[in-house]
């Protein structure tokens, strides 16, 4: 029998229609009925072991969320989310666009993987609850009938009366959470998805290249920012910092960059970014795949955004402002939710820790 994730990736890709069906704690997919804590082959580098079938599909659900929404919605829901860098791989894995398994393992969850089974009717519940409540009043019965005097009982006497009341299988069955929102966030996604893709193909055959999917960073256009498209590639893809001023003589600005650099939590996997300072450029989808801005303290860089103020700004996009570490920020700077980074004027071997603060914040964002 398949595991969970191989049945949904046959059920979306073989008609992207399809949606899985469920029932309490289980999700029909197919002919199979997997228990929504059944892990998946999806690694996860944060706690060593497997994505289980929740996540994934609540990630289906919510893939449409700008990043900081879908985290705080796993966090209210208690799933694990799935990280940035697996995102856009794993959707195009469900629906058949890629066949890359880098990311997956499907060696050891076979080990780990709750055995597949129909849902109980709520008559089969019915009658096992009930003869769980007979069993437990004839045992309290016997034992009020036996009582006896266990003053004199060792620690093994007590250890060989006890009784495990559940296991790992067993306790996974506990909570009480259905998807019966599934089937239309499922079709809402699905619609989404279509139109989007459609959307990317015609501007792709207008533009050339298309970058959909690639998280996007923005930086200002003030030159009084300590970083602007003339140095983010330097700072951003190789861990120097140049001067915006010495940049500008090389005449290296560009309209935008897009880089490669390795996965935070799988070396072995690289992520794709695109940097910009003209938003004029994007698109209500592209606002989805905004990640991180570079703040240099003035209001009116957030122009023209989909939000309408900076604290609803930083509440969906990961803010950052870079400054000297003998400089006083701006007073915006002060009142404003994000994160500073403080490079040194001369102290170039210290780019390198900067730069990782930059991305460990965005990672862990």
């Known amino acids: 029998m398949a595991d969970a994730l191989t049945a949904l990736r046959n059920l979306i890709s073989a008609n992207k229609n399809a949606v899985p069906t469920k029932s309490g704690d289980f999700i029909m997919i197919g002919n199979q009925s997997f228990h929504r804590k059944s892990p998946t082959a999806v690694r996860n580098k944060k706690a060593p072991g497997y994505y289980d079938l929740d996540a994934v599909v609540f990630f289906i659900e919510n893939r449409t969320l700008p990043s900081s929404q879908y985290i705080k919605s796993c966090t209210q829901n208690r799933i694990e989310p799935i990280e940035l860098a697996l995102r856009n791989p794993l959707i195009a894995y469900l629906s058949g666009e890629m066949r890359d398994t880098s990311f997956l393992d499907f060696s050891l969850v076979a080990q780990a993987t709750v055995a597949p089974t129909v849902a109980p009717a709520r008559a089969a519940d019915h009658e096992m609850k009930h003869d769980d409540e007979n069993e437990r009043a004839s045992k309290k019965q016997k034992l009020d009938s036996q009582a006896e005097d266990v003053s004199n ?213």
């Open 153 to 365: 009982w060792t620690v093994e006497d007590i250890v060989l009366q006890e009784k495990h009341s559940s296991t790992r299988a067993t306790v996974l069955q506990h909570p009480k959470k259905t998807f019966e929102k599934v089937v239309d966030l499922f079709d809402r996604v699905q619609i989404q998805a279509n139109a989007a893709r459609k959307s990317r193909k015609d501007k792709g055959k207008s533009k050339g290249t298309s970058k959909s999917g690639i998280p996007i960073i923005i930086v200002p256009t003030a030159m009084s920012s300590l970083i602007t498209m003339h140095n983010a590639e330097d700072f951003l893809s190789k861990g120097v910092f140049v001067p915006v001023s010495e940049q500008i003589l090389d005449g290296s600005k560009k309209s935008s960059i897009t880089f490669t650099r390795a996965s935070h939590f799988d070396k072995s996997r690289s992520v794709t970014f695109q940097v910009m300072d003209d938003i004029s450029k994007l698109t209500k989808d592209d606002w989805v795949r905004v990640v991180a801005v570079f703040v240099f303290g003035q209001t009116w860089q957030f122009k023209d955004w989909p939000w309408k103020t900076p604290a609803q700004i930083f509440e969906n996009v990961c803010a950052f402002h870079l400054q000297y570490d003998d400089e006083q920020p701006k007073p915006n700077i002060l009142q404003w939710r994000l994160h500073k980074l403080m490079a040194s004027k001369t102290k170039r071997y210290q780019d390198r820790s900067l730069i990782m603060e930059f991305w460990n914040t965005l990672t862990e964002w």
